[in-house]
């Protein structure tokens, strides 16, 4: 004989039972390898200057996004675009992750009415800012390599 009288109780129970045991089992997602030095992100900006210059470039696996302007004169434009694979492996083959670590910044010339270049490159693992590293002429080879690279993909208007 049952412990539970009400036919409805009868069902309800072991469904809830279920439920409960099939929630705190923890489902195996896939998860995919990523390399953690496979690059993710590429960003390319010079700001400052006397007028508030600036060009931002934002470059993804799939994706090309550049803007400029000039702040005191409230200009600014953008434009966007896809990138193919093979631009993108170009992109990235210009860098050497191993490397990057022995590149070195150098203080901002923003305060002097200067123009800092900053490059940006990340991967999942860790994030690269270079703020003015064309000034260390030992190492700054790589990102020289993709800079030029860069003005190759982006319309006339925007190098």
């Known amino acids: 004989m049952s ?3 009400n036919k409805g109780l009868k069902f309800f129970v072991p469904v809830l039972l279920l439920l409960i045991f099939f ?3 923890q489902a195996t997602e896939k998860k995919t390898v990523t390399d953690p030095n496979e690059i993710t992100f590429i ?3 010079n700001i400052g200057g006397s007028l508030g210059s600036y060009r ?3 470059i993804t696996k799939d994706s090309i996004h550049a803007e400029k302007g000039i ?3 409230k200009i600014h434009q953008q434009w966007h675009a896809e ?3 093979n631009a993108w492996k170009k992109l990235v083959s210009t860098i050497d992750i191993k490397t990057l670590n022995t590149i070195k910044s150098s203080p901002s010339a923003q305060s ?3 123009i800092d270049e900053t490059f940006q ?3 999942p693992k860790k994030s690269h800012v270079y703020v003015n590293s064309h000034v260390d002429t030992v190492h700054y080879r790589q990102l020289q390599n993709l800079k030029d690279q860069i003005q190759k993909i982006l319309p006339k208007e925007y190098k």
């Open 112 to 114: 002097v009415d200067g």
């Open 23 to 25: 929630s705190c089992n």
């Open 56 to 58: 931002i470039i934002k």
């Open 83 to 85: 990138i193919d694979d």
């Open 3 to 5: 412990a539970i009288k």
């Open 43 to 45: 960003g390319l900006s």
């Open 71 to 73: 702040a005191a004169r």
């Open 121 to 123: 490159i990340r991967t």
